[in-house]
T-cell receptor
Framework: ETGVTQTPRHLVMGMTNKKSLKCEQH?????MYWYKQSAKKPLELMFV???????ENNSVPSRFSPECPNSSHLFLHLHTLQPEDSALYLC????????????FGSGTQLSVL | LAKTTQPISMDSYEGQEVNITCSHNNIATNDYITWYQQFPSQGPRFIIQ???TKVTNEVASLFIPADRKSSTLSLPRVSLSDTAVYYC??????????FGTGTRLTVIP
């Protein structure tokens, strides 16, 4: 148990669906992150949040929309996804942004049909 | 950015010591070296972090030479459960959130 919880663990959606991924951290950290990991590829950093404010968006398509209502919760809203968006989506947190070790959730395995 | 280079894969027999080396020629003065372990369909897990010389914890040891241009993760007496992907990161400034391809370690019975 890392202190970072992601739901759901698995998600199958069609290209016209709208769904959301949820992440919650119980560590009192100030920074949260979304990563994408496609099959046999390195982790790709998508978004960085610091104290609820988005500080980085690494050229992520607008069909991915993050939301951080407070420093403990992070969402990733999905709409009109493509099959190539199928991947493991990982949430992570750290005490401060870009400092110290990252704590990851178990991820959401997303399949887009 | 300080780029890291690791072997793509390694095989080892159970009970052996495994050493995985990472090159980071452009490491900056303020950068730390951190290693993570990832099992399939799970997020990476922190293993160890160091700045120079040697660091040891209950899981692994990290050896960093004086020039800090490389580091070696040492796993003593590996078991089948150590089969995973191991990532080396150089942390500091803009570098610490970017994972490379990692080293896929396979432990053989």
């Amino acid at each position: 148990e890392t202190g970072v919880t992601q739901t759901p663990r698995h998600l199958v959606m069609g290209m016209t669906n709208k769904k959301s991924l949820k992440c919650e951290q119980h560590l009192g950290h100030n920074a949260m992150y979304w990563y994408k990991q496609s099959a046999k590829k390195p982790l790709e950093l998508m978004f960085v949040y610091n104290f609820k404010e988005q500080t980085e968006n690494n050229s992520v398509p607008s069909r991915f929309s993050p939301e951080c209502p407070n420093s403990s919760h992070l969402f990733l809203h999905l709409h009109t996804l493509q099959p190539e968006d199928s991947a493991l989506y990982l949430c992570a947190s750290s005490q401060e942004p870009r400092v110290g070790k990252l704590f990851f959730g178990s991820g959401t395995q997303l399949s887009v049909l | 950015l300080a780029k890291t280079t690791q072997p793509i894969s390694m095989d080892s027999y159970e009970g052996q010591e495994v050493n995985i080396t990472c090159s980071h020629n452009n490491i900056a003065t303020n950068d730390y070296i951190t290693w993570y372990q990832q099992f399939p369909s799970q997020g990476p897990r922190f293993i160890i972090q160091g700045y120079k010389t040697k660091v040891t914890n209950e899981v692994a040891s990290l050896f960093i030479p004086a020039d800090r241009k490389s580091s070696t993760l040492s796993l003593p007496r590996v078991s089948l459960s150590d089969t995973a992907v191991y990532y080396c990161l150089v942390e500091g400034g803009a570098n610490n959130l970017f994972f490379g391809t990692g080293t896929r370690l396979t432990v053989i019975p």
